[in-house]
Nanobody
Framework: QVHLTESGGGSVQAGGSLRLSCTAS????????MGWFRQAPGKDREGLAV????????YYADFVKGRFTISPANDRNTVSLVMNSLEPEDTGMYYC???????????????????WGQGTQVTVSS
């Protein structure tokens, strides 16, 4: 079992930046891959980025490439998401996710992740 806790959400004006953090506890093998997702009101949850433990390979959704960066912390129990050039369309609840099996995690599908945090709200105003 893995427990994930997100932090760092908040309100920012368009063009601003935020850094989200996700801290994992529990089974270390359950975080072989960790990702970030978001869900806007009335919309489906969508994948943003994933990182593979050990190799630190990363994959991004096309609409965040060049703006968002996912990276691990030195303790390997924390993953951050740095978000730059934020737009009002980036508003939503942001979730950290993790999984043991990572073969298809690069596809950033909700169904490929077993563990989820409670989410942290990000609001971008114009």
């Amino acid at each position: 079992q893995v427990h994930l806790t997100e932090s760092g959400g908040g309100s920012v004006q368009a063009g601003g930046s935020l850094r989200l953090s996700c801290t994992a506890s529990g089974d270390p093998y359950g975080t072989n891959c960790m990702g970030w997702f978001r869900q806007a009101p009335g919309k489906d949850r969508e994948g943003l980025a994933v990182i593979y433990s050990g190799t630190d390979h990363t994959y991004y959704a096309d609409f965040v490439k060049g703006r968002f960066t996912i990276s691990p912390a030195n303790d390997r129990n924390t993953v951050s998401l740095v978000m730059n050039s934020l737009e009002p369309e980036d508003t939503g609840m942001y979730y950290c996710a993790a999984n043991y099996r990572c073969a298809e995690s690069y596809k950033l599908r909700v169904a490929d992740f077993s563990y989820w945090g409670q989410g942290t709200q990000v609001t971008v105003s114009s």
